[in-house]
């Protein structure tokens, strides 16, 4: 897949892209400003891990200006969970001991700090407090199970002190496949999706044989108790280290993404964290005048939505 911009393919080398971009001044605000929810998104779970309204309650946090909330964005994947058996609460308060001993499961998507309500631009300050950082790894290890997801910049600078913590270390920029421009895929096939048994799910039904991202962030480990699951084994994937989200200039810094990672896990004490690059993962959205699926709804034979319901799964103890 490639994606035109401007009426520009990008399909001939990094030396090319540089080369438009420099006469273009591309601003991919323009891509941005497409993504729209699938209002239609709808899918029956046929053999759910719960009975209605008898799962474990997922605490979605909302405090932390986060950019996906249970009004925001996050509809088609709550609805998919609830048909899972999940219960759904927001978390609406910062973190302390006293609040986080009454949560099981905690996702933070899109966290911000204050200073970067609508202004996506260096510098992106930690969205959590220390105080709040140390709460959670305390959590965690008392058995706490946390999903964290940061997309593109500036969202990986909020919570890039906190995952460092865990030895994350997030790339505050935008990935993109240099090439194609466009979904990246990670595959079974060409080892970019790794063995696990979130990627085996509990049956035969539940396997994913391929996940496709749009966009987002990605990650180095630096934890030999982390468990990589979605590979940037590819020379072509590259991370633009922009000042200013959706700006990429001629100047902007690369760094190259092969090796490094956009989905892992780690089990701590008794607790499980899973790290994800890319947000539209937990939504169902479309994207550009084609309005192309991107998350739970891609057309993959819900590889994708399989995958998100095979972390949580795993969030809650039903895959070890």
Not at 123 to 150: K, Y
Not at 232 to 259: C, D, G, L, M, R
């Amino acid at each position: 897949m490639t994606i035109d911009i401007k009426g520009v393919k990008f399909i001939k080398s990094i030396w090319v892209v540089y080369c438009l971009i420099e006469i273009f001044l591309i601003d991919i605000n323009q891509l941005n400003a497409q993504q729209i929810l699938d209002s239609t998104f709808a899918y029956k779970v046929e053999n759910p891990v719960y009975p209605l309204n008898s799962g474990p309650i997922i605490h979605i946090d909302e405090y932390h200006n986060n950019d996906m909330s249970i009004n925001v964005r996050m509809f088609p994947l709550l609805k998919l969970l609830r048909h899972d058996g999940y219960r759904i609460q927001s978390y609406n308060d910062s973190f302390s001991t006293e609040l986080l001993n009454e949560v099981e499961i905690l996702v933070i998507i899109g966290a911000l700090h204050k200073s970067n309500i609508n202004n996506w631009k260096l510098p992106t300050p930690s969205a959590l407090t220390d105080s709040e950082m140390n709460v959670l790894l305390e959590w965690i290890d008392n058995g706490g199970s946390l999903l964290l997801v940061a997309d593109h910049m500036p969202f990986p600078g909020a919570i890039q002190k906190f995952s460092s913590k865990l030895g994350v270390n997030w790339y505050n920029g935008f990935v993109i496949d240099s090439i194609n421009w466009g979904m990246t895929v990670f595959s079974r096939r060409d080892n970019t999706l790794l063995k696990h048994p979130i990627i085996e799910g509990k049956n035969k039904g539940e396997k994913v044989n391929w996940v496709a991202t749009y966009y987002g962030s990605g990650f180095k480990i630096e934890n030999d108790s982390i468990i990589g699951l979605l590979s940037f084994n590819n020379p072509n994937i590259v991370s633009y280290q922009t000042e200013q989200a959706w700006k990429i200039y001629p100047e902007t810094p690369i760094v190259s993404f092969k090796n490094l990672y956009q989905g892992a896990i780690l089990k701590k004490g008794k607790g499980r964290v899973a790290f994800i690059g890319e947000a539209s993962l937990f939504s169902a959205q479309l994207v550009g005048e084609q309005q192309n699926p991107v998350g739970l709804n891609f057309q993959n034979e819900n590889q994708n939505l399989q995958f998100v319901l095979n972390i949580f799964h795993w969030l809650s103890k039903e895959i070890d």
